[in-house]
Nanobody, 125 residues
C-alpha cells in the first residue's frame, strides 16, 4: 500500500513562504497523479492543487491560484508545493494524496485514493 509522507510545514509570518514536500518512501510516485489538499479546524476539506501523472496538467484551487506552485520531480521522487505570499487564512493542515487516473493527463483536486498524515502550516504574526 502506498504511504505518503508530507513535510515542510511550520510557522510563518504573513507574506512569507513555505515549501512542502510529498514523498513515498520505498515507492515511486511517477505513476500517480498527486493532489494537495488542506483542512482547517471547523472547515471543509479544500483542494489546493493537483498534477497529472505526466506533469502536463496542473490545476489550482481558487485560493491558491497565483500564489502556490506544484512541482513534480521524478528524479527525487518528490512532489513539492511552493507556497508564497501566505496569509492567515492559509493556516491549515496540508495533505498530499495520490490518485490513479485512467489517463496520464488527468488530475482532479477532489479525486484521490490515499493520503498522508499531513503537515501543519500556521501563518501568524
Amino acid at each position: 500500500q502506498l504511504q505518503l509522507v508530507e513535510s515542510g510545514g511550520g510557522l510563518v509570518q504573513p507574506g512569507g513562504s513555505l515549501r512542502l514536500s510529498c514523498t513515498a518512501p520505498g515507492r515511486a510516485l511517477d505513476g500517480y497523479a498527486i493532489v494537495w489538499f488542506r483542512q482547517a479546524p471547523g472547515k471543509e476539506r479544500e483542494g489546493v492543487s493537483c498534477i497529472s501523472v505526466n506533469g502536463r496538467v496542473i490545476k489550482y484551487g481558487p485560493s491558491s491560484r497565483g500564489r502556490f506552485t506544484i512541482i513534480r520531480d521524478n528524479r527525487d521522487n518528490t512532489v513539492y508545493l511552493q507556497m508564497n505570499f501566505l496569509q492567515p487564512e492559509d493556516t491549515a493542515r496540508y495533505y498530499c494524496a495520490a490518485d490513479t487516473p485512467i489517463y496520464d493527463s488527468i488530475c482532479d483536486p477532489a479525486s484521490y485514493d490515499t493520503w498522508g498524515r499531513g503537515t501543519q502550516v500556521t501563518v501568524s504574526a
